[in-house]
């Protein structure tokens, strides 16, 4: 049973990482920014009313979010642990994850926080963009995401700091070598990689 919160800047290599940890420790990887790319591909209702913010570089509003999460936090899956990516953003967002893991008489085991210097994550970002023609990776768009990102979530790493639980990794060097420091760190907090 392992809950975890992976936080950090646009471009730090937090989805990547999570699918990764998923594996390691055997559980989902909720990422709230592929659900939603996910429902604007299918035309969903959801995709159609989280488009524009995503286009546009902006949080797709809380009431939205928190709900898409509260669902996915209910399914089967996420009953024996999760690797949420994306989310929280925003501190009405703690607010709501918080409010849903008391209720379930549950919380989270640690926040890995990737940190990476912005230099670094735009020009990711941009060899991404040549890659992948995501929507968002657009050089406005990815300067806008940034902003939003120092504006609105930058301040929950306080939050989770103040709480202990925060565990800061280095977003620098080969997926490996991040991967391996992730997991070495969770060790040390007395969270183990399951054996199977
Ligand atoms: P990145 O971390 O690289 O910005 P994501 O895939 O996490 O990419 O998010 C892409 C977009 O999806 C965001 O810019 C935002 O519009 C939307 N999004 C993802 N997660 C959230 C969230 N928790 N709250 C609000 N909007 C979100």
Known sequence: MTRLLLIGPPGAGKG????????????????????FRS????????????KGYIDAGDNVPDELTNALVRDRLAE?????????DGYPRT????RALD????????????????????????????????EQGRSDDNDDVVRHRLEVYARETAPLIDVYEGRSG?????????????TDR?????TGHGIAVPVR
């Open 76 to 84: 089967d899956d996420a009953q024996h642990g999760f690797l949420l």
């Open 91 to 94: 501190t009405d967002q703690v």
């Open 16 to 35: 990547t990482q999570a699918v990764r940890l998923s594996e390691a420790y055997g559980i989902p990887a909720i990422s709230t920014g592929d659900i």
């Open 39 to 50: 429902n604007v591909r299918n035309q969903t209702e959801l995709g159609t009313l989280a």
């Open 166 to 178: 925060l565990v800061k990794i280095d977003g620098l060097g080969t997926v490996d070598e991040v």
């Open 99 to 130: 409010a849903f893991l008391a209720s379930h008489d549950t919380a989270l085991d640690a926040v890995v926080e990737l940190v990476a210097d912005p230099e670094e994550t735009v020009a990711r970002l941009r060899k991404r963009a040549s």
């Open 182 to 186: 992730i997991i070495s760190a969770l």
